[in-house]
Nanobody
Framework: QLVESGGGYVQAGGSLRLSCVAS????????MGWFRQARGKEREFVAA????????YYADSAKGRFTCSRDNAKNTMYLTLDALKPEDTAIYYC?????????????????????WGQGTQVTVAL
């Protein structure tokens, strides 16, 4: 089970730190990622991280503002959101690949190959 937390309401330019904790399983060895879905839009990729945390990959909208990291000892992945914009408003979901450890496994795999959390709402006001 993956459980996200850390979402909330923030003014434009503010910051948030999202967490994704895995329970009942270990995330060691598995690639993980963040996706988001705004109201009325399809879910989109935000960031991915490889099994060790040494390699990350970001959507263009996230580059330079968001930072994905992980602590395998705590079975937790993070997404730090800086310089938030109203267009970042969405439900943010974490995902873990079921077997792959490369960030490309997150980016290229169909949704059914990933395990998903329930999401956490991020709202950015002007």
């Amino acid at each position: 089970q993956l459980v996200e937390s850390g979402g909330g309401y923030v003014q434009a330019g503010g910051s948030l730190r999202l967490s994704c904790v895995a329970s009942g399983r270990t995330i060691s060895g598995l690639a993980m990622g963040w996706f988001r879905q705004a109201r009325g839009k399809e879910r989109e990729f935000v960031a991915a991280i490889n099994w060790s945390g040494h390699s990350t990959y970001y959507a263009d909208s996230a580059k330079g503002r968001f930072t994905c990291s992980r602590d395998n000892a705590k079975n937790t992945m993070y997404l730090t959101l800086d310089a938030l914009k109203p267009e970042d408003t969405a439900i943010y979901y974490c995902a873990a690949h079921r077997s792959g450890g490369a960030f490309t496994d997150i980016v290229q795999s169909p949704p059914d190959n990933l395990d998903w959390g329930q999401g956490t709402q991020v709202t950015v006001a002007l």
